[in-house]
């Protein structure tokens, strides 16, 4: 009979290769503006409505010229984290280039636990707008949410007027449990 006992050594090797690899799975985002980026700029503003205490209707960007950024679901979701029940809703803005953009937009019904998510109604509708913000202006991601109709869209802020398309789905836009 063979009986293979672990060393120091082993340990040391299967303990390097755990660090590596939980390092290898911790992503950094890539900076949508590089550090001494001085052209013209924009705000792009992430929105949302609070139903309940632990619900919400989301609306915003996901990625912006092929580049992931950071939104109100992603930071809410951190926030919350370990309160249960209670929804800590962040607010989220992000400098952009005044320059043409195109944006992954995304209005989705967001509850403080998974759970909850898969036992309730989530509405969600998502696509790609091309727009070229104004330089000094600020913009905001806009939707609605609902049985019948949803939709999500940019607007200039002061003036409310819709920037791009926007996306509309007529009918339902509710969720499958396993989409959730």
Excluded: H
């Amino acid at each position: 009979m063979n009986v293979r006992i672990a060393t120091a050594g082993g340990f040391r090797t299967c303990a390097a290769l755990s660090i590596a690899l939980a390092l290898t799975a911790c992503a950094t985002r890539t900076p949508l503006l590089p550090e001494n980026y001085a052209g013209p700029t924009a705000i792009l503003k992430d929105s949302a409505e609070m139903l309940t205490m632990s619900k919400a209707d989301m609306y915003y960007a996901t990625n912006i010229n092929a580049v992931d950024v950071n939104n109100v679901r992603s930071a809410t979701q951190g926030a919350s984290q370990g309160r249960g029940a209670l929804m800590l809703l962040q607010k989220v803005e992000r400098r952009i280039p005044a320059t043409p953009l195109k944006v992954q937009v995304v209005a989705r019904t967001a509850y403080a636990m998974p759970i909850m998510a898969m036992t309730g109604t989530v509405y969600q509708v998502k696509g790609e707008i091309d727009f070229t913000p104004e330089p000094d202006k600020n913009y905001v991601v806009r939707g609605k949410l609902g049985p019948t109709y949803s939709a999500v869209w940019i607007e200039e802020e002061a003036s409310s007027t819709l920037v791009g398309k926007k996306i509309e789905v007529n009918g339902s836009a509710e969720l499958g449990f396993f989409d959730k």
